[in-house]
């Protein structure tokens, strides 16, 4: 019989329970939300799990929290384990099925602290949320932390309208900045791990 790995999962780091300890279940404010991922964003890529990135689902109206994820790809080895699959997939374990616009759910928003990847784009649209808040969108983050994002088609926020996900920019902009240099500079002083797409000619 051929010998194969049958199961994978990824967890959030037991360092989320000390961030979460002082957050209020409810987080009625955009900012609020978003200065929770930068919290989580800041801390995760010190503690070597993953890059700088972090996400929540949060009931749209209410702000009660429902999920948070960081990246683990360093920690878990699973190259798809961005902050948002995290997110949504806890998200989804938490309400009892695969989409977040169900039937008797409240709305849901995906809360990240910059416009999503090309995968997280698709994960993202299939995910059932109603909402996506960025901190920003641009190339800013290529730059900054030197990761590729994936060839994101450039209507990317029409996309998500005509499927019903409202988009909003620009919540706590400077911030997500000031975490992705102060990464940056972790990487120029060599003391973290990018991992990335292989290039082209490898
Ligand atoms: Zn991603």
Request: one cysteine or more.
């Amino acid at each position: 019989m051929i010998d194969i790995v049958k199961e994978y999962g990824v967890s959030l780091p037991a360092w989320i329970d000390d961030e979460l300890a002082d957050v209020p279940a409810v987080l009625p404010g955009r900012e609020e939300r978003m200065h929770l991922v930068h919290r989580l964003a800041d801390r995760n890529w010190r503690e070597g799990n993953g890059g700088p990135f972090a996400a929540l689902v949060a009931e749209q109206d209410t702000g009660r929290i429902v999920s948070v994820g960081v990246n683990v790809v360093l920690a878990s080895g699973i190259s798809s384990a961005h902050a948002e699959v995290l997110a949504l997939g806890l998200a989804q374990r938490a309400t009892g099925g695969w989409d977040l616009g169900g039937e008797g759910l409240p709305a849901h928003e995906l809360v990240v602290n910059w416009r999503p990847c090309v995968q997280c784009y698709g994960a993202t649209l299939w995910s059932g949320v109603r909402g996506l808040v960025v901190a920003g969108e641009g190339p800013e983050l290529e730059e900054l932390t030197t990761f590729d994002e994936g060839p994101l088609r450039e209507d990317w926020a029409e996309q998500f309208e005509a499927r019903g996900i409202k988009v909003t920019g620009d919540v706590l902009r400077d911030e997500a900045l000031a975490v992705f240099r102060t990464y940056r500079q972790a990487v120029d002083a060599g003391e973290i791990t990018v991992y990335n797409a292989r290039g082209g000619s490898e």
